[in-house]
């Protein structure tokens, strides 16, 4: 059932929608045009759910089809689990959607990203460049990056992506950097 909020937004927006606002309401017709219009508008909107309902049933199992998501039966429960699969595609997701939060102040720390990847993952060391412009991060060397703000979690999610180890992959967290001012003009920092 709507709460009075929705049912007061559904009216506003069927008399919008019937072009009510031009009908004047002492206006004898006012009850014969409004009503069915706002029957039509309410129509439409149950469609609408419906619809929406339905593309992501059919969502669902288009990624149960293409071996993304598994469900299994334990007597009337159903247990709905990504694959080995699924969860490679869903940490792709989880990269696009990756970003650095910027603190209000600045704690005068800068973190140093170095990564040693071997030339035949090359593909992947590209990758991994992309993704640190991406975020917003400073080279100052192919491999070693710079950030003022923390970032140890994206990191973990992009390590363990790319399936890197601490070996090929460190972070440091230093107090100055030599000749910083072109760093701290990309970052807007004092």
């Given at each position: 059932?709507?709460?009075?909020?929705?049912?007061?937004?559904?009216?506003?927006?069927?008399l919008?929608?019937?072009?009510?606002?031009?009908?004047?309401?002492?206006?004898?017709?006012?009850?014969?045009?409004?009503?069915?219009?706002l029957?039509?508008?309410?129509?439409?909107?149950?469609?609408?759910?419906?619809?929406?309902?339905?593309?992501?049933?059919?969502?669902?199992?288009?990624?149960?089809?293409?071996?993304?998501?598994?469900?299994?039966?334990?007597g009337?429960?159903?247990y709905?689990?990504?694959?080995?699969?699924?969860?490679?595609?869903?940490?792709?997701?989880?990269?696009?959607?990756?970003?650095?939060?910027?603190?209000?102040?600045?704690?005068?720390?800068?973190?140093?990203?170095?990564?040693?990847?071997?030339?035949?993952?090359?593909?992947?060391?590209?990758?991994?460049?992309?993704?640190?412009?991406?975020?917003?991060?400073?080279?100052?060397?192919?491999?070693?990056?710079?950030?003022?703000?923390?970032?140890?979690?994206?990191?973990?999610?992009?390590?363990?992506?790319?399936?890197?180890?601490?070996d090929?992959?460190?972070?440091?967290?230093?107090?100055?950097?030599?000749?910083?001012?072109?760093?701290?003009?990309?970052?807007?920092?004092?």
């Open positions: 059932m709507k709460n009075k909020r929705e049912i007061t937004k559904t009216i506003l927006k069927g919008l929608m019937a072009g009510g606002i031009a009908i004047v309401s002492t206006s004898p017709y006012f009850a014969t045009r409004l009503i069915p219009a029957i039509k508008y309410a129509k439409y909107k149950k469609k609408q759910k419906e619809f929406e309902k339905k593309k992501f049933y059919n969502a669902f199992y288009k990624l149960k089809k293409q071996g993304y998501v598994k469900m299994e039966y334990h009337k429960q159903i709905i689990s990504l694959t080995p699969e699924g969860r490679k595609w869903a940490g792709k997701y989880q990269i696009d959607d990756l970003k650095i939060k910027k603190p209000w102040h600045w704690d005068k720390k800068w973190r140093v990203l170095i990564f040693d990847i071997k030339e035949k993952q090359r593909s992947k060391r590209e990758a991994l460049r992309g993704k640190l412009k991406e975020l917003g991060f400073y080279q100052i060397q192919k491999s070693v990056w710079v950030c003022p703000y923390e970032f140890k979690k994206e990191i973990a999610i992009l390590r363990s992506f790319f399936g890197l180890t601490s090929e992959m460190t972070i440091m967290e230093v107090n100055s950097i030599e000749n910083d001012q072109k760093i701290k003009s990309f970052f807007k920092i004092k």
